[in-house]
């Protein structure tokens, strides 16, 4: 297992890089965030993002795809957080994508599976249903009527879920909240009768929103995979999904770093500058430290996703590993970054605070610290 990008992912790397410095710096997600229109991403962007290939870096080549792997995906959401941007890369082809691939039939992958790659349509799923991601206490109801289903209940932090095209909407066909089994996925038209979509506000000023669905009717085409059967498909499309916020989480805290250790190097008090203080050269030296270990987890997860010699368990582990800790050092490290700033940290005059905002929604989304430590503690074999 690789622990660091290859020759060619480490071009795709750069190329992203340069890219976003130039056509998405911070100030473009500033510029979104006063806007506040939706679905705050660039749209003429994202289809330029669509034509380098980034939409197709995941799947398959039988699918249309680039067959290039989670690594491929890592090295692009890195640069994504280094940078800010936001796009419905997660939303539309980690998490839709994957799981029209993996759970949907030929019929529902020739369909869906070009549009998405395309950029020509967006999907968005929608999962959790409580302030805590906790895929398995699904409650909403699909029922057998006639010769489909019938939906009821509502789902909340739908991530890019304002002017999506369609839904993945996880339901209970059987078993009780808190089971694994009896989980269906069902692919929803944006304008199904009986279907509500409202905003969200968040912190991070992203697109995301709330659906209520009062009785909504689909036929039996809509189900993906089959009926009370999705948890492998689910979790192993969460895991990419997982690896990929990590990745994000990264390059944002890698930003965080950079920015606040040239800031440590220019701000002068009692005529030195302060990155002279011995108490601030730990706190730095800690957090460099740190940013290294998470760097190792997270591309042991992206490693992961790709590797066929892992069992489902296994990548599981990983993935959980890299996303919380991840999220444990952005939340450190950005805490440093705002108190070595000083009282400017968090004015709008900095990009720090835009940082921050970002990093708090990302940890909390697809699962926050303690729902990845459980994970990881549950399937870590006990040895006797």
């Known amino acids: 297992m690789s622990l660091v990008y ?20 911070v100030a473009a997600q ?32 039988d699918l249309g795809g680039l067959a ?55 999907i968005a799923l929608a999962l959790d249903e409580h302030a805590r991601h906790d895929p398995a206490a699904t409650a909403l109801r699909a029922e057998r009527r006639d010769t489909g289903y019938v939906l009821q209940g509502e789902k909340v932090f739908v991530a890019d879920g304002q002017g999506a095209d369609a839904f993945v909407v996880v339901a209970r066909t059987g078993g009780m909240p808190g089971e694994r089994e009896g989980l269906s996925l069902f692919v929803v038209p ?3 009768l009986g279907l509500n979509v409202s905003a969200t506000g968040m912190i991070d000023s992203r697109n995301h929103a709330r659906l ?12 993906l995979g089959v009926e009370g059967q999705a948890w492998t498909a689910l979790d192993a499309a ?50 460099y430290a740190h940013l290294q270990l998470a760097r190792s987890a997270v591309m042991a997860g992206l490693a992961a996703m790709d590797d066929p010699t ?37 004015t709008d005059e900095l990009d720090v605070g835009l940082f921050l ?12 610290g303690d729902f990845h430590v459980q994970r990881y503690g549950d399937m870590t074999p006990v040895e006797a």
């Open 190 to 192: 944006a304008h199904a």
């Open 68 to 122: 290039f792997g989670c690594m491929g995906l890592g090295a692009v959401f890195e640069a994504l957080g280094r940078n800010l941007a936001a796009t419905p890369l997660l939303s539309s082809i980690v998490l839709g994508g994957t799981l029209i691939e993996l759970a949907g039939s030929g019929a529902q992958q020739a369909e869906w599976m070009p549009l998405l790659i395309a950029g020509d349509k967006r």
């Open 357 to 368: 905002k970002r990093i708090r929604v990302a940890q909390a989304l697809l699962g926050d």
């Open 212 to 223: 209520r669905l009062d009785g909504v009717r689909v036929d039996a085409g809509a189900l």
């Open 6 to 25: 290859s020759e060619e992912q480490r071009l795709l790397a750069d190329t992203a890089a340069e890219f976003l410095q130039a056509r998405s710096p």
């Open 30 to 61: 500033r510029r979104l965030r006063d806007e506040g229109a939706a679905p705050r991403f660039d749209d003429a962007l994202w289809k330029e993002m669509v034509g380098m290939g980034w939409s197709a870096i995941p799947f398959p080549e």
């Open 310 to 346: 892992l069992d489902a368990a296994g990548r599981a582990r990983l993935a959980s590993l890299a996303k919380w800790k991840a999220g444990d050092v952005a939340h450190r490290i950005s805490r440093e970054a705002v108190q070595m700033h000083g009282g400017m940290g968090v």
């Open 238 to 287: 969460l895991d990419r999904g997982r690896v990929c916020l990590a990745a994000e989480l990264l390059g944002m805290t890698q930003n965080l770093f950079d920015t606040t250790v040239e800031y440590l190097k220019t701000r002068v008090q009692f005529d030195v500058p302060i990155g002279s203080f011995q108490a601030l050269q730990h706190r730095a030296a800690w957090c």
